[in-house]
């Protein structure tokens, strides 16, 4: 499950907004005078705004990081807008298990109160929902630098319910990591592939110990090798 309130201990929210209003501004400017022109194809004009320091990258709404994923937005309370990885660089992922439903989980990631969301939700079904887009600082792992560095990923389940970990999820979260270890440059490996209670400072014990992870790091290899 995802750290509680408070932990993950960012920094006064008004300077981080006040700094959003100005880009989103900026952007929406840009975007205004290139329809204007019609010169400009879309696609170009976004990664010319990537190119543009202290501008971010241009969000569209609904958009996915892995394909298929379908798109629930979490509360704005339980991440950080951020520019990864060119402001922070992303070198791992965190492995966490609900304590609850997908339905659950979704719930308490759209509630500001909650201070705590991860980028993924794998379904027993093998379905993947992204809350959180991959460029953000989600707050999931309790630690603030292991958040910024990181990608969070929930899995449906309870810990002490082996059962709950399907093949379906074992394959479908494997691809998803598969993916984001290609986008990155992340090693596959158990020093760059972690579970939540491997966190420097955390109390949280998932995904415990029927997490298997010979057969997942085995699965993440194999999908890892056939994006190659
Ligand atoms: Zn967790």
Redesign the pocket.
């Known amino acids: 499950?995802?750290?509680g309130v408070g932990a993950e201990g960012s920094g006064p929210p008004g300077k981080d907004a006040d700094r959003r209003i100005g880009r989103r501004a900026l952007l929406v400017g840009g975007l205004a005078a290139a329809v204007g022109t019609g010169v400009l194809a879309r696609d170009e004009l976004a990664k010319l705004w990537w190119r543009m320091p202290g501008v971010e990258k241009a969000r569209v709404q609904g958009a996915v990081d892995f394909r298929g994923a379908r798109w629930l937005a979490a509360s704005t309370g339980n991440f950080r807008w951020a520019d990864r990885p060119d402001d922070y660089g992303v070198d791992m992922v965190?492995i966490?298990?609900t304590q609850g439903s997908l339905a659950s989980a979704v719930q308490v990631f759209q509630d500001p109160a909650h201070r705590a969301a991860?980028h993924y939700i794998v379904g027993k079904d093998g379905g993947i929902t992204q809350m959180i887009r991959e460029l953000d600082v989600a707050y999931?792992?309790g630690n603030r630098g292991y958040n910024e560095r990181s990608v969070?990923i929930?899995h449906e389940g309870f810990v002490d319910r082996p059962q709950d970990f399907t093949a379906a999820m074992y394959a479908s979260s494997a691809r998803l990591t598969a993916g984001i270890c290609r986008r990155y440059g992340i090693p596959v490996d158990r020093e760059h592939i972690i579970g939540?209670v491997e966190v420097p400072g955390t109390d949280?014990t998932?995904p415990g110990e029927h997490w298997d992870w010979d057969r997942y790091l085995r699965l993440v290899r194999e999908a890892h090798a056939a994006t190659a």
């Open positions: 499950m995802s750290a965190v966490h298990v991860a999931h792992a969070g929930e939540h949280h998932d």
